[in-house]
């Protein structure tokens, strides 16, 4: 299931979030190989990590398979202070905006050739569950060109920001990426149920 971590309750998900900053230093620095990015201590926290952000983790048990952030728009985030090149016309903002970030799971919880891992899927069906309750239709996120097709044949909208980059080494581009309830039932007709996948103290409908 996954769990949504805050400044409200991150105390209580402090282990969580060790094993989370973990994986994301074990993917992004030593698989990726962002350096900038490499710490003694083998966790990957940076400036956003902060009171705003919205982490959710995958747990089984209390293992983290996966996990990914969210940033409001209406603040500092990534595409704003640290890649805003990668955004050609005016930047999107709003409310119903977030940055999807920091998207990583462990290489044997992930899918193989074109379908989702049900740790992906979960994943993905956390974001599109979790804006639908909250009024968020709209992510941006940097990525590789190559997810272009697997967004839109998963009913995702995509809109590309600007043209790809090279970046640390991997070409990386802009894009939003809308949703609606289409979306949401293309990814559970995908794994097969149509339950949802935030733990039940954190979803605000049925």
């Given at each position: 299931m996954i769990h949504l971590v805050t400044a409200e309750n991150?105390?209580?998900?402090?282990?969580?979030?060790?094993?989370a900053f973990r994986l994301r230093h074990e993917v992004f620095v030593e698989e990726m190989g962002w350096e900038a990015l490499r710490r003694r201590d083998g966790l990957e926290i940076d400036q956003f990590d902060s009171g705003?952000?919205?982490?959710?983790?995958?747990?089984?048990?209390?293992r983290v398979l996966g996990y990914?952030?969210?940033?409001?728009?209406?603040a500092p985030h990534l595409l704003s202070d640290v890649m805003p090149e990668l955004c050609e016309g005016p930047r999107p903002q709003g409310e119903h905006i977030w940055e999807w970030t920091r998207y990583c799971v462990p290489?044997?919880?992930?899918?193989?050739?074109?379908?989702?891992s049900p740790v992906a899927n979960a994943l993905l069906s956390g974001v599109v569950e979790w804006?639908?309750?909250?009024?968020i239709d709209t992510v941006i996120i940097q990525m590789d060109p190559l997810w272009l097709?697997?967004?839109?044949?998963?009913?995702?909208?995509?809109?590309?920001?600007?043209?790809?980059?090279?970046?640390?080494?991997?070409?990386?581009m802009a894009v939003t990426a809308t949703?609606?309830?289409g979306t949401l039932q293309r990814l559970r007709e995908m794994r097969g149920d149509s339950e949802s996948v935030l733990a039940a103290e954190f979803r605000r409908t049925g």
């Amino acid at each position: 299931m996954i769990h949504l971590v805050t400044a409200e309750n991150f105390g209580t998900y402090a282990s969580v979030m060790e094993q989370a900053f973990r994986l994301r230093h074990e993917v992004f620095v030593e698989e990726m190989g962002w350096e900038a990015l490499r710490r003694r201590d083998g966790l990957e926290i940076d400036q956003f990590d902060s009171g705003q952000a919205v982490h959710m983790v995958y747990l089984e048990g209390s293992r983290v398979l996966g996990y990914q952030r969210m940033l409001p728009t209406t603040a500092p985030h990534l595409l704003s202070d640290v890649m805003p090149e990668l955004c050609e016309g005016p930047r999107p903002q709003g409310e119903h905006i977030w940055e999807w970030t920091r998207y990583c799971v462990p290489k044997e919880h992930r899918e193989r050739g074109r379908k989702l891992s049900p740790v992906a899927n979960a994943l993905l069906s956390g974001v599109v569950e979790w804006g639908l309750d909250r009024g968020i239709d709209t992510v941006i996120i940097q990525m590789d060109p190559l997810w272009l097709l697997r967004l839109v044949q998963l009913h995702f909208m995509v809109t590309p920001l600007g043209f790809p980059r090279e970046m640390s080494g991997r070409d990386t581009m802009a894009v939003t990426a809308t949703f609606n309830w289409g979306t949401l039932q293309r990814l559970r007709e995908m794994r097969g149920d149509s339950e949802s996948v935030l733990a039940a103290e954190f979803r605000r409908t049925g």
